[in-house]
């Protein structure tokens, strides 16, 4: 008999074990640390789905805001939901991430069905022109120390614009923005979950105003507008004000057919 697919990464490293009513049970993943801890992104695509395993009539994230405790790492961690209101069409839930007993993530979340949502589309915003991916720089360039410090980066095929790389041969543009396609390494189709990653996938922005490093995310705030569609996602990352130490990073996604299917902001601490 023929073997059976691989489970996607991305979805391995989400799952979870049940451990009571609306509590759940799993292991970090060491693959997605960058810095000084495990990112964001994917911290929040685990919460995302602890949220939809609790109420899965409402399959997909609207709205998930968190804020960032402090800084998680591989291994056993818990997380606790609990629903808050659900009627009509959403549900409105709260979730909290713990490890050896200490808060790491806390959130509150909006959840519903994405394909049941009016078709209608008006907006003024604009796609990233960017050229193909193949004339676009891999992140797989990227020198082998910071590989090294960012085992993040292996789980992504991400190629960066080259107008908005400068930062990455010590000629920052200063502008604040980050252009890139994205896909996940094994090739695993985006969906409304694993967009909850993408949003804080990319590089900081301050990189491109010469401030490398990394930049612990105070609190992240994800829109998820529709479900994407197969294939690649172009993302772009832009800040406008850096003061007291902090700036904020708001990100774009956009899928293959031209849509635009998440947005983010987040607030987090300039580059130490």
Do not use: K
């Not at 839930?93 to 808060?103: I, K, R």
């Not at 004339?135 to 190629?159: G, I, K, N």
């Not at 909850?196 to 829109?223: K, N, Q, R, S």
């Amino acid at each position: 008999m023929p073997e059976a697919p691989a489970e996607p990464e991305f979805d391995r490293d989400i799952r979870l074990d049940a451990a009571g009513e609306g509590r759940f049970a799993l292991d970090l993943a060491p693959g997605w640390v960058v810095g000084g801890g495990v990112n964001g992104g994917y911290l929040l695509a685990v919460v995302g789905n602890a949220l939809r395993r609790t109420r899965p009539q409402r399959p997909d994230p609207i709205v998930v805001s968190a804020y960032y405790l402090s800084a998680s790492l591989p291994g056993r961690a818990t997380v606790t939901t609990r629903v808050l209101r659900d009627g009509g069409s959403i549900a409105t839930m709260a979730a909290d991430l713990a490890q050896d007993g200490s808060a790491r993530l806390t959130a509150l979340a909006t959840y519903g069905d994405l394909a049941a949502l009016p078709s209608d589309v008006r907006t003024t915003a604009e796609e990233p022109s960017m050229p193909p991916p193949e004339e676009c720089v891999p992140s797989s360039m990227a020198p082998p120390e910071v590989l090294a410090a960012a085992p993040l980066l292996q789980r992504f095929d991400m190629r960066f614009d080259p107008a908005s790389i400068g930062w990455a041969v010590g000629e920052p543009s200063g502008n604040g923005h980050l252009r890139a396609w994205f896909r996940l390494a094994d090739g695993r189709d985006p969906d409304p979950l694993s967009l909850l990653m993408v949003v804080d996938a990319l590089p900081p922005v301050t990189f491109d105003l010469g401030m490398p490093g990394w930049a612990p995310t105070l609190e992240l705030t994800a829109h998820v507008r529709a479900v994407p569609a197969p294939g690649w996602l172009r993302v772009h990352h832009a800040t406008r004000n850096l003061a007291g130490g902090m700036f904020e990073e708001d990100c774009e996604v956009w899928d293959s057919a031209g849509r635009l299917v998440a947005q983010s902001r987040q607030l987090a601490r300039q580059p130490r």
